[in-house]
């Protein structure tokens, strides 16, 4: 694995996949498979490296990023594809965006 790991997370609710999540120093996320020990899927779309990484309270497919680039991303681990977007770039100036917090992951 490239890099620096910054963050792993494994799902709580998953009973079809046993996979963990790496953030790392490099932009992509990498989704590796305990079972086997072989990497599973990598996710690409942060600008800068991945400093944080959670599974969904509510769904095993859904892992929420956080990356250097000030972007937090909503994934879709089936279909290997960001489905949101949340930028700190497009914010108001001088204004930080809400922090995301555990109990937004299970809406």
């Not at 509510?58 to 000030?70: M, R």
Request: charged share 20%; aromatic share 6%; glycine share 10%.
């Amino acid at each position: 694995m490239p890099g620096k790991v910054y963050k792993t997370a494994m799902s709580t609710l998953s009973t079809s996949h046993t996979l963990i999540a790496v953030g790392t120093e490099d932009v992509q996320v990498r989704l590796c498979d305990i079972t086997s020990g072989a990497f599973a899927h990598t996710l690409s779309g942060h600008r800068d490296g991945v400093m944080t990484v959670e599974w969904s309270a509510s769904s095993e497919w859904v892992l929420i990023t956080g990356g250097c680039d000030g972007a937090i991303r909503f994934w879709d681990i089936r279909r290997a594809g960001c489905f949101q977007v949340l930028n700190q770039s497009r914010t108001q100036l001088g204004r930080r965006p809400p922090i995301l917090k555990r109990s937004m992951l299970s809406k």
